[in-house]
């Protein structure tokens, strides 16, 4: 199972990204698959998860209505479309396998690969 983010980069607010995780080692549909983050000196955070037959999304409250998750399973491809991007946003973003919601909060209980740093800033 590989997982490899890439897309990330230095934006100014209200800016736009859109993160791509390529994967191999296994069909796409295996799994639910989604993003969390991490900051230094922060906790990890889950960011988004779709299922994996229905495709059903889930968000954390502090991008809902800003992110998007969509998967590609012809490309073996998972994307995170990023508006209306703030500060608060900057972090380390990473794709990760087998995510569900549990208690409120996105979880993961899978693999996950390299991150994509994520910069936003004037």
């Known amino acids: 199972v590989q997982l490899q983010a890439s897309g990330g980069g230095l934006v100014q607010p209200g800016g736009s990204l859109r993160l791509s995780c390529a994967v191999s080692?296994?069909?796409?549909?295996?799994?639910?698959l989604g993003w969390f983050r991490q900051a230094p000196g922060k906790e990890r955070e889950g960011v988004s998860c779709?299922?994996?037959?229905?495709?059903?999304?889930y968000y954390a409250d502090s991008v809902k209505g800003r992110f998007t998750i969509s998967r590609d399973n012809a490309k073996d491809t998972v994307y995170l479309q990023m508006n209306s991007l703030k500060p608060d946003d900057t972090s380390v973003y990473y794709c990760?396998?087998?995510?569900?919601?549990?208690?409120?909060?996105?979880?993961?209980?899978?693999?996950w690969g390299q991150g994509t740093q994520v910069t936003v800033s004037s």
């Open positions: 990760a396998t087998d995510c569900t919601v549990l208690a409120g909060r996105i979880s993961f209980f899978g693999s």
């Open positions: 080692g296994f069909t796409l549909n295996y799994y639910a």
């Open positions: 779709i299922s994996r037959i229905h495709g059903t999304t």
